[in-house]
Nanobody, 124 residues
Framework: QVQLVESGGGLVQAGGSLRLSCAAS????????MGWFRQAPGKEREFVAA????????SYATSVKGRFTISRDNAGNTLYLQMNSLKPEDTAVYRC?????????????????WGQGTQVTVSS
């Protein structure tokens, strides 16, 4: 089984940037689709971004398109989320997830393993 640990969250002012990392251990995730989800207080968890197993192909939620970039380093077993032009509405706990399949996966139910999450807070 693959274990995921997120890092890089924190407090940032609106307009600022953060880079989240998701380190995998236990087994390689190189053949798996990966994604990021977030959950704000009082709201349901929502899809943020996804990436194919070989990084050729990405998908984004409309709310983050053009501001966030998902990437992966299969050799280093790490997934990233670069977040620019942050807004207060981006405040949430961000979790990375992996799916034992090759394609783009934006359904929460399709993911097989999850990290614990990292808090991102954007002040106005």
């Amino acid at each position: 089984q693959v274990q995921l640990v997120e890092s890089g969250g924190g407090l940032v002012q609106a307009g600022g940037s953060l880079r989240l990392s998701c380190a995998a251990s236990g087994r390689t995730f190189s053949g798996h689709a990966m994604g990021w989800f977030r959950q704000a207080p009082g709201k349901e968890r929502e899809f943020v971004a996804a990436i194919r197993w070989n990084a050729v192909g990405t998908s984004y939620a409309t709310s983050v398109k053009g501001r966030f970039t998902i990437s992966r380093d299969n050799a280093g077993n790490t997934l990233y989320l670069q977040m620019n032009s942050l807004k207060p509405e981006d405040t949430a706990v961000y979790r990375c997830a992996g799916a034992v399949q090759y394609g783009l996966v934006d359904r929460e139910s399709s993911y097989d393993y999850w990290g614990q999450g990292t808090q991102v807070t954007v002040s106005s």
